[in-house]
């Protein structure tokens, strides 16, 4: 089967750069369109990622993939999007909310910008925890009479919150959900993101409009698809988002009350036993874990947890009962934000999205 | 007035020298017995705090205290409490459990060690918090038949917190409390505490013993003075306690589900016109603010926070109501694990137990 | 004495702040301007200090001194010179070398930006270093037919180099410095200054223009004022300058090849012995040593040693012979970057100007 | 070819773990003897490893190598050499002193221990810098009258050094090098190592006994192989060894003076060009470049170069003329301390002696 015609919008960024490591030798996508800003314009991409001086600024752990360094770097101006089958967004909100819907008339986009994310006929998917919620792509698309779609990525602090409460709200429903973060730097980007002088020995306790976000997100991912859209969980989530001096890997303090009594036991097996449902989909970026459940109560920790099967499983510890909430249990999560959190969950939630035939 | 004569025990680790600080330059209390292990008995202070090498080993920031570096050592063998006044113990808690009921029967003894903390005739004193408690006191001397007593201080963790719910409960109870604390490394000691290693660019989510004091302590702390002693605080109080690289300073994510509704401006206002219930005390260590309130989102930090008023002021910021819990509201506090909620925090309890007439 | 009338220009900045705080309670200077650019032009500066959400932005550990917050902020373009009898400039270089030879030609000038540092007829004064080197300030007034003039700050990481080697070039002459320094976060500014993501367990190698400025600086400093101007000291000057997570302090390695031999003693006694020359003057914030000489070790460490006297005192330690340079000596210094190092260290350099009658 | 045996002393350490991982899936060594405390003994390695709580302390990036979870560890006392072909020693200095000459008297014993490192027998191995050095193993079985032999691994500080001298004095001849570390947490260990309260926010300037090895060290493995010996260079080295917050890596910062002048062109040349003598060896562990040198002024950093080639490359920025040497050379280079440094490096001379014959 031939694979599929990829871009990737916002190619030179850093999330960019997460997504050409992302797709680097991938079975299913083709990366052929680097698509940037008209600076870069002509240029192959190891030049575009060169400054002034020739240094290469290269933000990403994992080195350059050496396949797309000679691929010229194409000028958003001139970009094409029916030259290719499916198109990765990596672009800020500004600039996501004009050309977005200009692309995703044509052809599939996957972006991990938020422009998208509270509107009506738009799904917040992840793989594993909403995959009926897909069926809103179509929907999205006879509305808009589009031909392709948008799908945006969840913010990456909502993203393992909402994995590890899947699995709880299936086997025992909640009732509600409070839940303190410790956000790594790298969810704050470069320009300029956290600047070292504010964070080293200290903590920072705001996180100017992610609270909202991880509140409403989590209860539109977890919602239940009516012929109307999506109607959000019932259940309340309420959240204090901190930032840690940690360069990858949210750590999230979790307090839940359930709908119903649950042993710890019955609580970790609904973790360990999860499926996400994918049955013999082969999904290549998919962990071969969704969750990975700790008993040594000095887990989760982010430098020792993040990486976990390449940054796409999420990390739990610290399960204990909760008696100060009715049916109650706490836990501690580690989940990647710039892996699983961004790009490489994006690559995944396409990857479900071919699946479903929705790649054309 | 005379002053009162006054030991430390432990003078030589670091809560010892923290307690050197704190009294230094004491308008009631003259800091007259420096005791330690048998090791430095007999030597100069300034020679017991050096190193084979002749390296000072001083874990404090503020410099050592000159008018003390003269007094000559004591071994813990050779104190006789009857010559002070005054104890302050400052040693490890199985050591604590040997020789403080010892002291305590001829003496007044204030301690950091948690010997004490949990036993039915001792209070745990927050001056301004619970200044009724000091009335156990009298009941520990009579049913002990002691002369003297031992009060211990709550552990650090705990402090700030009760310090914030106190004017919650007077003015509107409180329900149930959600608190997920970030805390400083100076909490976990020297010996070996927490290593570099395990720290960098991480998080550990573990504090073993942690929650279940804060968790007990609070309630004990805010509980009723009774004919049969204490009755802990009917709320409940449920925790996580995790480890972040911070030098000092515990910072605490809390929410709390209130007895009453309460709009935010009076919430913010309990904060702010906390009395502390000193009347015209004059207590030399005590802030002139017990509570500051940040309206700035982005505080309060540790770094920029921890010192306000010599590290006794509790330091509180993102307050917001809390509409996932019955009357809710949540907020960050900062409170210095090693100043409020320790030595210095002990010499201002004995201040205030001076006050009431107990230190002879 | 009536004080002298001063001005900050740039006085809302980061360096703005220091100057603030160096300035409050000075019993020579009274700070009466604070220019600024027209953005703040008329509001108290207790207001030009905050943002839009009306939140604090201020930048040092000392909090802002009260009795400078009702002042109005002056706008650039009306400051007027004439006004004042002192003016200190904290702006960046490019501002600098437009403003300061307008404001040099009315009024005494010293300044922390580098514009005038390399020019002929100024010096680089360190009170107590070159204090000869003031006499090119009359020539400057000569030359340019100025009334006032303009005396610019050292680079921060030369002051601690050239206060560590003038004890040595005095008594033992100098053939060779090489340098290693590991430089604060401070010394980066905050526009954006370096980033957490990129100095969170990591090392940056390279600070642009730095190891220029400290070999240029540091033979300058050194020289020998002639009759044709500063002759540069003869010795070589080498470095390499590194960032380190650190806030404050910038730690250095130093090398050393003497003209003399001289024993491990005699070095150190140069140290110690070390006079400023200021004999009677009292200069309000020179320190009460110059240099500190550490014994143990593993100091100076910059978190316990940058402090030192306010940050105003060098402090030195890890003194050995170097066999592997002619008359080697080898040793660390930790100087601070924020306070001697910049605006502490300018207002030093007033008190001096003002005792050698050239402050009018 | 059947695969050597191979044991690990030491195997539940740190060192230990990381030769675990350099020994996992290795072409000629088959890890089959874990020797440990009796402590151990008898429990299969994925126990020896858990603490009395059940939970892993595995102190190593990677995770540990499934293949070896199920090996029984053998306790030291029981342990027979002579059931191997090749034993790696990670043990503590102390414990080397005793049991390696025993081992080395029947059996190849490559450590990381420094208790050989000084003996005139004994050479300091680094394939592919000192490859000729290899003949005074065979002196050293002779003169002992040992079938086996003990080959020690040098300090981790002067691998790095040793690297980038080595061609340098190929070319140019060395006369005078000086050195300034920035050394990495994970080379203090952890007994306790270094402790956060102590790291954070700074630099410790001091490393006991560290420089006075990197001297002593870098001046044998770049020595002459005699009759009588190893004569040590003859160039002067000098160094200040420092701390900093830094995981993994070493930063060297280094002044090189030549024997003979050389163009920046010509050293790049040196290291680029760089030969290890290997010829058709294909060592498993030896790294396709043995150096890698970087035009961009920002680089090396340790936690961006540290891993380049599994570690094992040492990896060189900022190379610059020095006017202030005689055909002076600067440059700063990052080696990783507990990959090449340590215990892939010991693999690393296992190989290069299996390749020499020594290993039976």
Redo the contacts between chains.
Sequence with gaps: MAKLRTAVIGATGVVGQQFLVALSGHPWFALEGLVASSRSAGKPYREAVRDG????RW?VAEPPPPEFLDLPVVALDDFNPEQYDLIFSAVESDLAKEIEPRFGAIRPVVTTASAFRTFDDTPLIIPGVNNDHVQLVRRQQAVRGWKGFVVPQPNCTTTGLAITLKPLLDRFGIR???M?S?QA??GAG?S???????????????I?NEEEKVQRETQKILGVLTAEGIEPARF???C?C?R????DGH?E?V?VSLDRPATLDEVKAAFREYDAGFGSLRLPTAPPEYLVVH??????????DRDTNGGMTTVV??LRA????DN?V?Y?LVSHNTKMGAARGAVLTAEFLSCQGLLG
């Design positions: 001086s020739g240094a290469l933000h509600l959900v409070l303190t410790l730097l790298s470069r300029p993101g956290v600047i070292g002088l504010d964070i080293l020995d200290n903590v920072i306790p705001y100017p309340a989530v309420s204090t901190t840690v001096n940690v360069l750590t303090s307090f008993d040594d109560p000095f887990r989760p920790q982010p430098r020792l510890g610290r909760d008696p100060a909430l109650g706490k501690v």
